[in-house]
Structure formats: structure tokens, C-alpha cells
């Protein structure tokens, strides 16, 4: 199952394990492979209507659930308008509007809510390209309602709240160029790496992706192994896109060092960070324009879990010499057209004066551990 947006319903359902649709709610949100979305009017209904999210007694938080992305009702404020005018002779909450407008932006997501003001249309065949699980599901009878392709609408009738699930990859859509939000297969025979002195085998694990780093055995030489890049093939256009995110946790056994100076060249003391990356089509080829590091957000090497969310606005990344996509007309320009016409994405390592030259450890050991690498 995909990722999905997140009514207010299951939202208190999963976070008070009093609920009575807890259990079901937190079955559905293990077999998500991707953070859940939120809206602020999602956020605040929820704060409002139940103590659960203050009450660390009954509360089964799980911080896959909470590390959600957040879809601006400001931003989306004349869409909202337009729903909420759309659907006047119903009764229809800013949240509600709020749920509706991240269906449109986030076709390939799931909708996940307890309310039955919420249905499910037999809008048109799924398409022989699609792989949808199901329709919707009401736990109290565990069964499927609906195997066609679903679009979102409101029901007139206000029948009883029943839990409900929808699936599908053809939520209703009214911006053509509105980027569908998609999480990468987390696979090790569709990812590869980029190393030195070494190879760096991955391994594919209960839906995430890892790999140990290389162990500096014969000093800062350049002999030793180390990991440059991990990346996988999205031939794409990323124009209309949000951001590029990863979600990760770097596991370590005793105190381990993230070495990164292999070269006389690299002077800068500027310790290993982790940072997102992607490349145009025939960037192996060079190129001055050809590949992107993101430069404002990275994470420098250390045990921990983090998310990364990085837009794509040419201020955030950096050309192959470092120069920010902002800098001339040239680098605009380059980085809109690598940006049309994407090859590879995927996470670089490196520190002192290059993003990507490479990491090792010593002094103990250290994994990477890919559980999300999404385009939103």
C-alpha cells in the first residue's frame, strides 16, 4: 500500500489506544511504506476533539506516524474556497475541504478517514498499468467494497460514521500539472551505488534499504574504500514538483569517526554529512549542469533517524562547481532543464570541500538504513 492523506478520525485512533477503531487504524498504518500527510485544519480538529495527543498514557504514537508532511491551507486558501462553495448544501468542514484538495494534488495517495461523509465513486476502470489493492474497507465486516478506481466526492445523506479505507491511483484530479506524490521501491537490485577502493554491498530488509559503510583500514589514503553515492533510476520530469525527501536512520557500534579526507586537495574542515542529490539524463557524460547537490539541507553523520525535505527551488541546490542554482541565468537555466528531464536521484556522502568524494568510519562500525526516499 501507498502512502496516504490522514482524516481527523483515524489521526485520534491511532494516537489513543482507547479508540475503538485503534487496532484496525494501526494495522493500516504499518502497511504504509511512506510518511502520512497531514493538514493543519486535520491537526487542529484532532487537538480539539481528543485528549489523546496530551495523554502519554493512552497514547500509541509512532513516530512514522507523526513525522507527516503538512499540505499549507494558506497556500491552498482560494482551492479550499472553491470547495467549500462546490459543496455548500453539505456539511463541510475546513478539514473536510482540506482532505478533498490534498486528494487532487496527491493523486497516487490513499485516503485514509472514519467518516462516512466521505465516498467512494466508481469514477472509471482501474488501467491495466495500475495496481490497486482494493476499494473501501469497513473493518467491522473486513471486506472489499470496491475494486474500481475511486474518486473522492461527499455523500448527501448523513449516514453512520463506518471505517473506510481508500485505495487507488486515480484520486480526483482537477490541476493537470499537479505532481503526483510517489514513494521509491526500496529494492537493492533497483538501487546502486557509487564507491572507491571497494565495493559496498546493499541489502533489502522488510522494506527498507542499507548498507554497511566502509571500515578505514589503512589510514586517510586513498586505497581505502568508501561510499560516494547510493541512487536509483526516476527518468522523469521533476518540474511542478515539491521537494525531494528521504527518511533514514544511521546505526552505529562504538564510537565510530566518519572520515572524509582522502584527497591533498580537500583542505575544508567541513565534517561527513549525508545530503539528497539527482542528475539529468547523459550526466555521466559531464556537464557543469548536469547534477544537483542540495546545499542548505544535509544531515552530518552521526547515530540518529532524520527526515530530509528538501524543495526544489534552485536556491536549495548546488552545480557540479558549487554554484547555487541561483547564482546566473546559466545556472538557472541548467538547473530547470535537469530538472525536466531527471535520470537518477538519490543521497551523496561527503565532507570537507565536497559533498560527495566519499565517507568512510573508523574506530568502530556504522549502517545506513534507507527506510524512504519519496518525491512530493
Given at each position: 500500500?501507498r ?7 483515524p489521526l485520534?485512533?491511532?494516537l489513543d489506544?482507547?479508540e475503538?477503531?485503534h487496532?484496525w ?16 485544519p486535520?491537526l487542529?480538529e484532532?487537538n480539539?476533539?481528543a485528549r ?19 499540505s499549507?491551507?494558506?497556500r491552498n486558501l482560494?482551492?479550499l474556497r ?14 473536510d475541504?482540506?482532505i478533498?484538495?490534498?486528494a ?7 485516503v485514509l ?5 466521505f465516498?467512494v465513486s ?6 491495466a ?17 470496491s475494486t474500481?478506481?475511486?474518486s473522492?466526492h ?15 491511483l486515480g484520486l480526483?484530479?482537477?490541476?493537470s500539472?499537479?505532481?503526483a506524490?510517489e514513494s521509491?521501491?526500496?529494492n ?10 571497494g565495493t ?18 589503512k589510514?586517510?589514503?586513498?586505497s ?9 533510476k526516476?527518468?522523469?520530469?521533476l ?11 544511521v546505526a ?5 569517526t ?5 584527497e591533498?586537495?580537500n583542505?575544508?574542515a567541513?565534517?561527513a554529512?549525508?545530503?539528497l542529490w539527482f ?8 556537464g557543469?549542469y548536469?547534477?544537483w547537490?542540495a ?7 552521526a547515530?540518529?533517524s532524520?527526515t ?7 536556491n536549495?541546490w ?6 547555487p542554482?541561483?547564482y546566473q541565468s546559466?545556472?538557472?537555466d541548467?538547473f530547470?532543464?535537469?530538472?525536466q ?9 561527503g565532507?570537507?570541500?565536497f559533498f ?8 568502530g562500525t556504522?549502517?545506513?538504513?534507507l527506510?524512504?526516499?519519496?518525491i512530493?
Open positions: 500500500m502512502a496516504a492523506i490522514v482524516d481527523t478520525g485520534v485512533a491511532f489506544r482507547a475503538q477503531h487496532r487504524v494501526a494495522e493500516k498504518v504499518e502497511e504504509l511504506n511512506a510518511p502520512l500527510l497531514v493538514c493543519e486535520v487542529a484532532g480539539a476533539s489523546a495527543f496530551l495523554d502519554g498514557a493512552r497514547c500509541g504514537c509512532s513516530s512514522k506516524m507523526l513525522r507527516s508532511g503538512s499549507s491551507a494558506w482560494p482551492a472553491k470547495l467549500n462553495q462546490k459543496y455548500r448544501d453539505r456539511p463541510t468542514s475546513l478539514a475541504a482540506c478533498v484538495r490534498m487532487e494534488i496527491y493523486e497516487r495517495h490513499a478517514t472514519l467518516d462516512s461523509d465516498s466508481q469514477a472509471r476502470p482501474s488501467s498499468g495500475t495496481h490497486s489493492p482494493g476499494g473501501a474497507v469497513d473493518p467491522s465486516r473486513g471486506e472489499e467494497m474500481m478506481q475511486p473522492v461527499f455523500k448527501t445523506s448523513n449516514s453512520k460514521r463506518a471505517a473506510l479505507i481508500v485505495f487507488g480526483l484530479l482537477i490541476s500539472d499537479a505532481p506524490s521509491l521501491p526500496l537493492s537490485d533497483s538501487w546502486s551505488t557509487i564507491t572507491s577502493g559496498v554491498p546493499l541489502r533489502s530488509v522488510d522494506g527498507t534499504l542499507s548498507f554497511d559503510f566502509p571500515v578505514a583500514v589510514g586517510n589514503g586513498t581505502d574504500a568508501t561510499i560516494n553515492a547510493l541512487m536509483t526516476a527518468a522523469r520530469s518540474a511542478g514538483a515539491g521537494h525531494l525527501t528521504a527518511t533514514f536512520k552505529t557500534t562504538g564510537v565510530p566518519f572520515k572524509y579526507m582522502f591533498p586537495s583542505t575544508c567541513h565534517a554529512h549525508v545530503r542528475a539529468r539524463a547523459g550526466w555521466r557524460s559531464g557543469e548536469h547534477r547537490w546545499n542548505r539541507i544535509a544531515y552530518q553523520l547515530p540518529g532524520v530530509l525535505n528538501v524543495p526544489l527551488t534552485p536549495h548546488s552545480s557540479v562547481f558549487g554554484k542554482g541561483t546559466d545556472s538557472r541548467g530547470q532543464a535537469a530538472m528531464n531527471v535520470a537518477e536521484v538519490g543521497l551523496v556522502f565532507g570537507g570541500c560527495g568524494h566519499g565517507v568512510n568510519v573508523s574506530g556504522a549502517q545506513f538504513i527506510t524512504n526516499y519519496g512530493l
